[in-house]
C-alpha cells in the first residue's frame, strides 16, 4: 500500500515542481543520487520525525519517494543498515558510536541529524514502588520529584538480604537507556555492573547491585507484568503502557537525570552518505522540516502527531496513551499527571543538531562502565565525535531550507558554532559536564571506571 502511495505522491510532486516557487526549483537542481528509499524505525513516539517527514509530504517536496519500515529490534535495525537492506534509520544515540569504535557489530556510521532530546524515563512494579515510597520526600500528599536512587537502595539490599536478584532492563547495550539508567543508579550508590569485552565478559554485569539486562521496548509492559524484571527504562509510550494497564509507576523522567539530554539521532553507513551526498542532505531537509513542525507555535500540532503515530504501520499504541506525553503532561502515579513540556522535544534548543559534545557524553559513558576497554586521550574522544556526527552536512541542509523561505537563521546554531554546548550541571547528582574535557568528567565519578 505504501509503496503505491509512494507512485501517486511522486506523480503529483512531478507536476507541482512546474509551478513551484523558483527558490525550490533551484534547490533541486542537482538530482539525487538515489530516490527510492527505505528507512527503518523502532515503534516508539520518538520515530515522529519520520513519521511526519512523510505524511506531510517533505520527502517528496525534497525529490525522494520514501518507504517506512518498522523493525524488530535495535541490532536487527543496525545491522540492515550496514548491509545496505536500509537506506538509513531512526538510531540510538550510541549506535553510530558504538559501531564505529567497534562495540558489537563494527562498522562505520555517521548521523548528521539528531531526533530528539527527552522522551524517557524509569519504570518499577508496582511492589517496589509500594517499598520504595516509604524511602520518597512527600509534600501535600504526593511524592517530591525528582526521585533519587537513593529510595531503590534499600529495595535492592532488601532483595540481596533474600537471595534474590533485582533485574531490570533497557532496550540495547548502547542505548540512552542504559546509561541514564546507570547514572541514575550510580547516583544512588547503585553499582549498575561493568562490562569487560577484553575478558569475554559482555554482561555488564561485574559487580552489579542491580542486573540490567535486554529487552525490545514494545515487551517491557509484559514483561514487568509478568514478574521477569522488577523496571526498566525505555521510550515512550512503553512507561505510560505501563500506568494505563496498572503494573508499573515510572519514577523519573530522563529529562530529570540530565535536562534536555539528545536521544535517537538519524543513522545511514559512512559509505551510503559518501555515495548519496545530495541523496543524503535532501533527507535532513525534511526532518528539519518534520522537527520545527512537531514543536512549532507551542506544540499545537501535537495532538494530530498522537492521531499519526497510533496508526499500526507507526508506533500502532492507543492515541491517549501516546498523548499522555507527547502533549506536554507526564503520569507518574496512577493520577499524578503532572506538566512536563518538555518531556519530548524535536526542533527547540537546537535539538536537531549534532553536537559533538553529545557524542562525546555517550563515549564517556561506553568507557565509565568498561565498554571501551582501555583509557583515552581527550583527543580520541574528539576524533570519534567527528568521524560519526557531522554537523557540516546539517549546515548545509539548513542553509538551504533558509534560502527557500521554510526556515529562518534564527532558528539555528551561529555559523560560528564550536559542535561543543557549554558545560552543563544539570544532571541528577549535580556534576558537571564539559564535552572539551572527557577525562575530567569520568575522574569525577565515584562508581565506574574514572579515567
Known sequence: MQNRLNLLKRALCASLLVISPLAAQISLAADPEKEELKLGFIKLTDMAPLAIAFEKGFFEEEGLYVTLEAQANWKVLL???????????????????????????????????????????ITVSNDVWKMMKPHIPMADGKPVHPIKADALKPVIEQFKSQGKPFNLAMVFPVSTHNYELRYWLAAGGINPGLYAPEKGDISGQIGADALLSVTPPPQMPSTLESGTINGYSVGEPWNQAAVFKGIGVPVITDSEIWKNNPEKVFGVSKAWAEQNPETHKRLVKALIRAAKWLDEDNNKNRMEAVEILSRPEYVGADAKVIANSMTGTFEYEKGDKREVPDFNVFFRYNA???????????????????????????????????????????????????????????????????????????????????????NAYLSSFKIGNAK
Open 352 to 438: 536537531t543538531y549534532p553536537y559533538y559534545s553529545d557524542a562525546i557524553w555517550y563515549l564517556t559513558q561506553m568507557r565509565r562502565w568498561g565498554q571501551i576497554a582501555e583509557p583515552k586521550s581527550d583527543a580520541w574522544y574528539a576524533d570519534v565525535a567527528k568521524q560519526v556526527y557531522r554537523p557540516d552536512i546539517y549546515r548545509t541542509a539548513a542553509d538551504e531550507l533558509i534560502a527557500e523561505g521554510k526556515a529562518s537563521a534564527s532558528e539555528f546554531p551561529a555559523p560560528s558554532e564550536t559542535g561543543y554546548r557549554a558545560p552543563t550541571a544539570e544532571f541528577i547528582d549535580g556534576v558537571t559536564y564539559d564535552g572539551s574535557k572527557p
Open 79 to 121: 545491522d540492515r543498515v550496514i548491509m545496505g537492506e536500509l537506506d538509513g534509520a531512526h538510531m540510538l544515540a550510541g549506535q553510530p558510536l558504538g559501531a564505529t569504535v567497534g562495540i558489537g557489530t563494527k562498522s562505520e556510521v555517521v548521523t548528521a541529524f539528531s531526533m530528539d532530546l527527552n522522551g524517557n524515563a
